[in-house]
């Protein structure tokens, strides 16, 4: 879980959510690049990140890619994140006798149906073995994870407007990545809203 270093954070906001990694790829102490983006997106109003063994981030985003492709031509509707948080879970409960190093948290906002008019913002985080955890604030995890905690209790609030999210987001992992050895080297951040979906990177420290 450690080799590679990364971190990633989500939070919710009002009407929005935010989800945010950090750039770095290490092989332990040593840096090998700053340009390893740990989050993808499933479709505009969903997004995933991926922090732990750089070898299983790519083997899962593939195995998610074929799993959600063979979902839209079957259902022919796009997956919901809960959906999406569901199948994550399963994908790596299969594996779970070797599983893939992986912390995933997803983050993404529900489309309006007829039986839910105004569905709330969503986010999730599992273990390597696919327990899903779906807190209503923020989720963080990855070799910074104990520090994202202390500053997301600190900074996080509730419904937070697209730029007040971006900027809680910002500094939350921007503060938590400088107090850990193995994440850091910039950052990018999403903010998904019903609209659009924002997208920054931001400079950090590169030592």
């Known amino acids: 879980m450690e080799l590679n270093g990364g971190s990633v954070v989500a939070m919710i906001g009002k ?5 945010a990694s950090d750039l770095r790829l290490g092989n332990q102490a040593v840096g090998v690049a700053s340009n390893f983006d740990k989050v993808f997106p499933v479709n505009d109003k969903l997004y995933y990140g991926l922090p732990g063994l750089a070898t299983d981030v790519y083997t899962l985003k593939e195995h998610l890619r074929f799993r959600v492709n063979m979902y839209r031509m079957k259902e022919e509707r796009e997956i ?8 994550v879970s399963s994908t790596l409960y299969e594996k779970r006798f070797g ?4 912390e995933p948290v997803v983050a993404g906002l529900p489309t309006p149906t007829d039986l839910d ?10 273990d390597t073995i696919g327990c899903i955890t779906t807190p209503k ?41 400088d107090r850990d050895a193995l994440s850091g080297w910039g950052a990018v951040v999403h903010i998904i809203t019903h609209d659009k979906v924002i997208t920054r990177t931001l400079r950090a420290r590169m030592d």
């Open 15 to 19: 009407d929005c959510v935010a989800i």
């Open 80 to 87: 919901t994140p809960k959906t999406f948080t569901h199948l």
């Open 99 to 102: 599983p893939f190093f992986i």
């Open 117 to 126: 008019p105004h569905p709330k913002p969503f986010i999730s985080t599992m």
């Open 137 to 177: 604030d923020f989720a963080v995890a990855g070799t910074a994870a104990d520090k994202l905690y202390g500053v997301a209790e600190g900074l996080w609030e509730p419904d937070l407007e697209p730029e007040d999210l971006f900027e809680t987001v910002s500094q939350t992992l921007l503060n938590a990545v």
